[in-house]
């Protein structure tokens, strides 16, 4: 059809639909990406032009830590996240369909609640006169109340319980195009339930493990609010210092090279991604 | 059939521990808004709706409700009218220029939100938008797009093109061809989108931290100071509220669907 129409005509016959695409992109171009290249620019060239800022990752003890800190509580809510993440997966790809919907409701109903409201759940739970405490008090098990919130572990807490969800999709859709009849084929050949998992079903899940790692992993890179909250601002993680020093400390520079330092290490981690599975695949091709 | 594929029981009841963990917050919160005490707690004694009164009668809490829902809903139009116009586009296009588009229109859910705040910030602060109506909503609304173009796009992967290409060759201009045989068939799609861009403005808690101060205060907005300053019970209200208004839309979105396969 179109293959031999001239050039012209394909233009002219292609206008009308890139008429429908204007508004948004326009919007998107003016009001999203435009604001964003100049985090960048500002980066480079307040308070004064050069490399002044990114400096500082190298001199600045308190931006490495707070880089490290970072990176440190992503690790772990990375690490223990997959972990409950791959039981939930497992023991959902192999439920049957009835108690799989109840599975997918709880998977899922978190992801319909604020982050702010969720923060604030755990507020309530973990605080000192949180539930948690009052109860272990009543009961008589401690006497002094834990402390579970306004430290990593709060932040861990609420964090891992954002990110499952996230976790779990791209590993039940790497789940559920295995083979069904792979493991009892192991297991009648006489390995045990363990080794048939190891062997045979872990191995056949690794894109869904290394793309859940990644997306979780990004995700947390860049989380504002639940660690704000629960961490009570004494640990500071990158977003929240970047917001410190923006609207209370008013230093752009350093603000928006943190930033644009985030920025840069999410899109590396995705184009590495991209490298080893298909992105469209992550989610189970939509 | 040999179910020795299925999780074993210690895999079970751990994967059922974890959704319990994940139900947990969510379950909390709505005993104890209910509670007789003055301060968060479940209830001691007896159930109270004390609270729910103490909400429904403040003028501060009303005054962000009602904020935060003309915010959502003016900026759930202006994405899904832009977003679901640009859906159509590029899958009618589908050259190299279309997919650069539609990874652009995904950037907002790639990129962190407090990177692209100190953005706008900057430039709401120049063209002088801090803190109105007009500046949140077109943060909001923007930001609203990538998800309507999701949903728009996957109900257009199960459109037949030749429908398209017959109106237009029976003698349909563009706009009866969108209005009457496009639109119609991609409703859903366009209808889940809405209630993501609403949720998504409804909930949003870090850009509203920077482009609004003292005129407007979001429900979030308002739930953020107050989990900073006083812990009272009427936020657990608040959250109740928010859940609800969220839960009220899924149905809605279940509803529709149900309603369009029958």
């Known amino acids: ?286 | 059939m040999d179910r020795s594929a299925q999780a074993g029981p210690v895999a079970n009841v751990l994967a059922w521990s974890v959704l319990l963990f994940l139900l947990l917050p969510i379950t909390v919160i709505f005993p104890i808004s209910l509670t007789d005490q003055r301060f968060l707690s479940l209830p001691y004694e007896a159930l109270s709706l004390q609270h729910y009164v103490a909400f429904f009668t403040s003028e501060r809490w009303l005054s962000s409700t009602w904020q935060s829902l003309v915010i959502a809903l003016a900026s759930t139009i202006l994405a899904v009218s832009t977003g679901t116009l640009c859906a159509i586009g590029c899958w009618k296009l589908s050259t190299r220029a279309t997919e650069i588009v539609r990874v652009l229109m995904l950037l907002p859910i790639i990129v962190p939100s407090i990177v692209y705040a100190l953005g706008i910030y900057r430039l709401w602060i120049r063209l002088d938008l801090l803190d109105t109506y007009t500046g949140v909503i077109l943060v909001h609304g923007v930001t609203g797009i990538p998800y309507v173009v999701i949903t728009v796009t996957t109900a257009l992967a199960n459109f037949d093109p030749r429908l398209e290409q017959a109106a237009r060759g029976m003698g349909a201009s563009l706009r009866q061809t969108l209005a009457w045989v496009i639109l119609p068939r991609i409703m859903p799609g366009i209808v889940s989108g809405a209630i993501f861009a609403f949720i998504h403005s409804w909930d949003e808690a870090v850009l509203i931290l920077f482009i609004a101060s003292r005129a407007l205060f979001t429900l979030p907005r308002r739930m953020w100071d107050g989990i900073n300053e006083n812990l009272d019970p009427v936020m657990a209200v608040a959250a109740c509220v928010m859940i609800l208004a969220s839960v009220l839309m899924l149905a809605v979105d279940l509803w529709a669907r149900r309603k369009r396969s029958e």
């Open chain 1, 1 to 286: 059809m179109a293959v031999a129409a001239p050039p012209s005509r394909v233009l002219g016959a292609s206008l009308p639909w890139w008429l429908l695409i204007a508004p948004a992109l326009i919007l998107m171009l003016a009001f999203y990406a435009f604001p964003l290249a100049e985090v960048l620019w500002i980066s480079f060239t307040e308070p004064e032009p050069g490399l002044s800022n990114y400096e500082r990752l190298i001199t600045s003890e308190a931006v490495q830590r707070v880089w490290i800190t970072t990176l440190r509580i992503c690790i772990i809510t990375t690490v223990i996240t997959l972990l409950a993440g791959y039981v939930v997966a497992y023991a959902l790809s192999s439920a049957p369909p009835r108690v799989q919907r109840w599975m997918f409701l709880f998977i899922l109903l978190p992801l319909w609640i604020s982050v702010l409201v969720r923060a604030f759940a755990w507020v309530t739970i973990l605080r000192r006169q949180g539930l948690i405490n009052e109860a272990l008090i009543g009961a008589g098990l401690i006497d002094e109340p834990l402390r579970l919130i306004w430290n990593e572990f709060g932040i861990a807490v609420g964090m891992v319980h954002y990110m499952i969800p996230y976790a779990v999709l791209p590993l039940y859709a790497s789940m559920r195009d295995i083979d069904p009849r792979l493991v009892p084929a192991a297991r009648g050949l006489g390995a045990s339930r363990f080794e048939a998992f190891r062997s045979v079903f872990l191995p056949l899940t690794r894109p869904g493990i290394i793309a859940a790692s990644v997306l979780v992993f990004i995700f947390s890179l860049g989380f504002y609010v639940t660690p704000a909250i629960l961490g009570g601002g004494r640990t500071l993680m990158i977003a929240e210092y970047i917001k410190l020093q923006i609207l209370d400390l008013i230093r752009w520079g350093l603000g928006t090279m943190m930033a644009s330092t985030l920025l840069i290490a999410i899109v590396l981690l995705l184009w590495a991604l991209s490298r080893i599975v298909d992105i469209r695949r992550v989610f189970g091709s939509g």
